[in-house]
């Protein structure tokens, strides 16, 4: 880079994710590249080989490169080297305090030798070939490793987009020091990096973004009945998710049992499909149901396109899990729709809902709680339709894709002035 700095429209932002599947973060990914000024910026995208190639990815007529860095796997040792690794001895040298020590700082060089430098001479080859200005890592800090040190190492101002919790090492705590900035989709993200000692530059909360003209069709209240053979004055409390037992659809169910005697017209559709680390889990659900007598008032939908729709037709959402979300966008998603939420009073869903405004907000794993908080919302039409209007003007306000994209260019800019003026101190 010149001194004088990139000029407006040839800033090229590396935008890298090496998740290897279409999942939240890519989604995210995708949204910001389509509404990304191009008058003002250059993207270019590096991402694994099953993402890169996504019709998605590809209609964005950006530069994209592939590289499998191995995420998702774990990293494969030798037989011996296993054997070693499982044996009695191993494990006692874990347990010890200087001889566990010492093992983890081997296991943390094998990962930076073995995943970490390959990843992160790759990237700093694009970096340098492609004349990048700014990186931009689209994942938890863990996984940003190889874009962070390669942007470090090619001297590239870079931002990295935390948006689960992860646990930290030692070096991950040291290498948060190096972006130029720490965006998270939630206070709830930052505050747990903080508890595990990182400590960004600068740090900003940019909350994920939805598209909210899906949001804006008429509700087909009656369509949606007929197909789940509900009757037509049926009212609906909506669970959306991967069917995982942490997402708490066990004690959502407990609590429709204590809903229902006094409002029979309640319905509830449970939306998603299991997770793989959760099979036979939707049986344990139906034979709950079962045993508390409302089966006949529960319908599981599966894996579903037409979310919007479905949210649409419905009276309220439910979304109380068991632990900890890092954000939960089918909260933002049920505001959209113009439905009261009831949602947990821990992770970030108390940063997307507003408590008594738009929704009301109760203890994880508390049926009696949940349920009168769905009772209070069915029993108060006026206050239930209060909350969905708040809601949906406060999905409009705080999480379109042209609120975030914002948010990044201002960013950005900031981050590139202070690039060129340092270069310029340099010069």
């Not at 002035?417 to 340099?426: D, T, Y």
Request: aromatic share 6%; net charge positive.
């Amino acid at each position: 880079m010149t001194g004088a700095g990139p000029s407006a429209g040839s800033r090229r932002i590396l935008y890298v994710d090496f998740a290897p599947s279409l999942g939240g973060s890519i989604r995210s990914l995708l949204q910001v590249l389509e509404h990304l000024p191009r008058e003002r910026y250059r993207p270019l995208a590096l991402l694994a080989p099953g993402v890169a190639s996504l019709p998605e990815m590809r209609a964005l007529d950006i530069p994209i490169f592939a590289y499998d860095a191995g995420q998702g796997r774990a990293i494969r040792y030798s037989p011996a080297a296993e054997q070693v690794r499982a044996s009695r001895t191993a494990d006692w040298v874990r347990r010890q305090a200087i001889l566990g020590a010492a093992w983890r700082q081997l296991s943390l060089a094998n990962r930076l030798w073995r995943r970490t430098r390959p990843a992160m001479l790759h990237t700093a080859g694009i970096i340098s070939a492609q004349d990048v200005h700014l990186v931009h890592m689209n994942d938890a800090l863990p996984l940003a490793e190889p874009g962070v040190l390669a942007a470090w190492v090619r001297r590239r101002p870079s931002v990295v987009t935390v948006r689960s919790f992860a646990p930290l090492d030692s070096f991950h705590r040291l290498i948060s020091r190096l972006p130029a900035a720490g965006v998270f989709t939630s206070a709830a993200i930052r505050d747990d990096l903080h508890r595990q000692g990182a400590s960004f530059r600068r740090e900003e909360v940019i909350f994920n973004a939805i598209d909210l003209q899906e949001y804006e069709a008429m509700p087909d209240r009656q369509g949606v009945r007929a197909e789940f053979g509900l009757p037509p004055d049926a009212r609906i409390a909506c669970v959306v998710g991967r069917l995982m037992r942490r997402k708490g659809i066990d004690v959502f169910i407990q609590a429709l049992a204590r809903v229902i005697p006094d409002h029979p017209d309640l319905y509830a559709l449970v939306v998603g499909e299991e997770e793989i680390t959760d099979i036979g889990l939707q049986a344990e659900l139906q034979d709950l149901a079962r045993r508390l007598g409302v089966a006949e008032h529960v319908r599981f939908c599966g894996l579903r396109r037409d979310v919007p729709r479905l949210l649409l037709a419905s009276d309220l959402l439910s979304f109380v899990p068991t632990l900890a979300e890092p954000f939960g966008r089918v909260v933002v998603e049920a505001m959209a729709a113009g439905l009261p939420v009831v949602g947990a009073r821990s992770g970030a869903i108390p940063d997307i809902m507003v408590e008594g405004v738009t929704g009301l907000l109760v203890p994880p794993a508390d049926a009696e709680a949940q349920a009168r908080a769905m009772g209070r919302i069915l029993a108060d039409a006026e206050m239930a339709a209060k909350m969905g209007a708040a809601g949906r003007a406060r999905a409009r306000a705080m999480f379109s894709i042209e609120h975030q994209v914002e948010r990044l260019v201002v960013l950005y800019d900031a981050i590139l002035a202070r690039s060129a003026e340092r270069g310029r101190s340099a010069s």
